[in-house]
């Protein structure tokens, strides 16, 4: 099921956006892991975020560690709370349901699909 993600925005350097995941169709998310990515210009789609399907493990990147953080409402939404926004922050970012891992071992591109067009987040310094 392709997910679509969304509350992308402009902002400041220091502060805060939430980012909504959810199929489009209004299929239940409760079965599986749901990860984040993100996208920057010629850069390769990195692992930002995972939380497995009753929330128990959950994945976040050295590089948000401490300032993002990845909730679920067990049934249709993925969110990521995205706090102490930087610069280098900025990107698309994609929510994709894992092909693979129920329990977020691996956060790789490769391993989530299908992907939706994702949402813009730019952080002006």
């Known amino acids: 099921v392709q997910l679509q993600a969304s509350g992308g925005g402009l902002v400041q350097a220091g502060g805060s956006l939430r980012l909504s995941c959810a199929a489009s169709s209004g299929f239940t998310l409760g079965f599986d892991a749901i990860g984040w990515f993100r996208q920057a210009p010629g850069k390769e789609r990195e692992g930002v975020a995972c939380?497995?399907?009753?929330?128990?493990?959950s994945y976040l990147a050295d590089s948000v560690k401490g300032r993002f953080a990845i909730s679920r409402d067990n049934a249709h939404t993925v969110y990521l709370q995205m706090n102490s926004l930087k610069p280098e922050d900025t990107a698309v970012y994609y929510c994709?349901?894992?092909?693979?891992?129920?329990?977020?071992?691996?956060?790789?591109?490769?391993?989530?699909?299908?992907w939706g067009q994702g949402t813009q987040v730019t952080v002006s310094s």
């Open positions: 994709a349901v894992s092909q693979a891992s129920r329990l977020c071992h691996r956060v790789r591109a490769i391993d989530f699909g299908p």
């Open positions: 939380i497995s399907p009753g929330g128990s493990t």
